[in-house]
């Protein structure tokens, strides 16, 4: 018998694993048909991990207990990172809006709110994330569509008119640094305009260097570098300001909607909060200043034991690199926090009500996997923003999952499963494996400027898309049990209220009424400090309080950094 073993570290006793082998092969080898035998070794999850017909007490016979599993609230936080999890407060119900003009928005908000909702996530449409102004030839078309248009501090302040800010958890939306240097800045300057302080605000920001360098696309896109020291700028002056605030949220959820595996998703993410942390600590923070306001997005798809194995897994990966790496004290900056969104790839314009299914299995799949907040795609996603309707249903999908189904009521219930555990652990050693791989090739900052990145999104998309046309991938109502007669059903659209004009009026109106001078004077020293070494992000919190517009500040930042252009991929 091992030490451990000995010790009762193990969980099953080396006799009793002998013991589970010897009756594996009897079983294998007598009660399987010649074909099952066959088929072993051909059954793979969505990230290539090998499936067996059946898993035992042999499959995790290296798995001690306390260092690997332990209790939630307790390191390696496997099981969830605090003791009561959802009996001490349930996962937060944070559907999206994001729509037309600010105006509407509110209302959808509002709507959402009185409904149950109990967090906030803002949505902003592709011009605002990519910093134009509204009435830039650049936005031509794209207004309000998909999110909603923000141009100046007076768009935050119409988003959440007769809203209290000192008393609701918002998620902004804002993806690239640059967006993120800009839009939470204008709303900490309405929270502060309204009376409350900032110190008082809580709430996340997406704030990810991968979304413009790499996921998302754009005519102009600032240089890898750059967009990573905004990240860090944003983390940085957040940090040390407003400390209920998560100033980042690692986005693996757009990475995987992009083209990745779940493993990649994680690891990319991982990788990037560990350059972020050796930046931070570089210009003179400790881990312990900035850590326990990192969070994380992860994407629910449609694999579901993986799913939840890859939220377990991803815990204890990060305790470890927290505790192990960065010499972390304080127990919440070895806790990793993080917002579910169901597989928006997921869901096909081919019979929507379907994803009414697939959105409710993968929001289970997040609880499962203990999640602190979670949004479920609506089933309309793939012609429009969601209706009022199918928002609802989102909404009400996650209050059955709380009231109803009763999983709320345990900590981590899948625990225990041979399979599940397996499959944690393996997921564990693949999210190490492809970190240092990225390591070894200088970080991810290197990693995105060559290309390789790009590479792996590309390459992960071909096989996708071919097991799709092949049916190995099969997608139901799609590439497998199609009906004909179904292809487009009909259901309501929703129709995006008119943007542009009324975006034009308030810009034409703020550039009127705003004082040139001294928008020229604080843009200015924005300018110079892009030259520096100095955080941005007063500078860029002045510029927005002096009405600048976020499509203003963006132009400066592609003129002082210049222009970068993806790496062509062989």
Request: with cysteine; glycine share 6%; charged share 25%.
């Amino acid at each position: 018998m091992s030490e451990d073993a000995k010790n009762g570290q193990c969980l099953f006793s080396e006799e009793h694993v002998r013991l589970i082998k010897d009756n594996y092969n009897d079983w294998f080898n007598t009660c399987l048909r010649d074909a099952d035998r066959a088929m072993e070794g051909k059954y793979f999850t969505h990230s290539g991990i090998p499936i067996k017909l059946i898993y035992t007490p042999a499959d995790i016979e290296t798995i001690h207990y306390s260092e690997d599993l332990g209790f939630s609230g307790r390191p390696p936080y496997v099981r969830g990172v605090y003791p009561n999890m959802y009996r001490g407060k349930l996962f937060t119900v944070r559907q999206l809006a994001g729509l037309g003009a600010p105006e509407d928005c509110n209302l959808r908000i509002k709507y959402l709110m009185k409904h149950g909702a109990t967090g906030v996530n803002i949505l902003f449409d592709l011009p605002t994330i990519r910093g134009y102004n509204s009435d830039d030839p650049e936005a031509e078309g794209n207004v309000g569509h998909c999110g909603a248009a923000v141009d100046s501090i007076w768009d935050i302040d119409a988003y959440f008119k007769d809203i209290d800010l000192g008393t609701i958890s918002t998620s902004i939306v804002t993806h690239l640094p640059s967006t993120s240097l800009v839009i939470p800045g204008m709303y900490f300057a309405i929270a502060e305009q309204r009376g409350t302080p900032i110190a008082q605000v809580a709430g996340t920001c997406q704030n990810d260097f991968i979304m413009e360098t790499c996921v998302g696309s754009a005519p102009e896109i600032l240089p890898p570098a750059v967009s990573f020291r905004m990240q860090c700028d944003v983390v940085e002056w957040i940090c040390k300001n407003v400390p209920r605030w998560n100033p980042i949220s690692y986005n693996g959820y757009n990475l995987r909607e992009a083209g990745t595996n779940a493993v990649t998703e994680v690891g990319i993410a991982v990788a990037n909060a560990i350059a972020t942390a050796e930046e931070l600590i570089k210009r003179g923070m400790k881990f312990d200043d900035f850590a326990p306001r990192m969070s994380f997005f992860w994407d629910l798809h449609n694999d579901f034991f993986e799913e939840i194995a890859k939220c377990r897994a991803s815990r204890k990966v990060w305790y470890k690199i927290a505790k192990e790496r960065f010499g972390a004290k304080n127990e919440r900056s070895m806790l990793m926090r993080y917002h579910v969104q169901t597989a928006g790839i997921t869901l096909p314009a081919t019979e929507p009500l379907n994803n009414i299914a697939r959105s409710a299995i993968q929001g289970l799949a997040a609880v499962f996997g203990g999640c602190q907040s979670l949004h479920l795609d609506s089933y309309d996603e793939a012609y429009s923003a969601p209706t009022e309707e199918a928002a609802l249903v989102s909404l009400r999908t996650q209050q059955i999952i709380q009231a109803e189904t009763g999983v709320v009521n345990t900590v981590d219930p899948l625990a225990g499963s041979y399979y599940l555990e397996y499959l944690t652990e393996e997921m564990v050693n693949r999210i190490f494996a492809y970190v240092k791989n990225i390591e070894d090739m200088g970080g991810l900052v290197k990693a995105v400027e060559s290309g390789w990145l790009h590479r792996e999104i590309s390459n992960y998309n071909n096989k996708y898309q071919k097991d799709i046309e092949s049916g190995e991938m099969k997608i139901v109502g799609v590439n497998f049990m199609r009906s004909a007669d179904t292809e487009i059903a009909p259901i309501e659209v929703y129709e995006y209220p008119e943007t542009y004009t009324r975006q034009k009026a308030k810009l034409d109106r703020l550039r009127k009424e705003r004082n040139d001078q001294k928008v020229k004077e604080c843009t200015k020293v924005l300018r110079d400090k892009c030259h520096s070494t100095e955080n941005l992000y007063p500078y860029c919190m002045d510029a927005v309080k002096n009405l600048a517009t976020h499509g203003e500040i963006a132009e400066l930042f592609r003129e002082e950094f210049g222009l970068w252009s993806f790496p062509l991929i062989s």
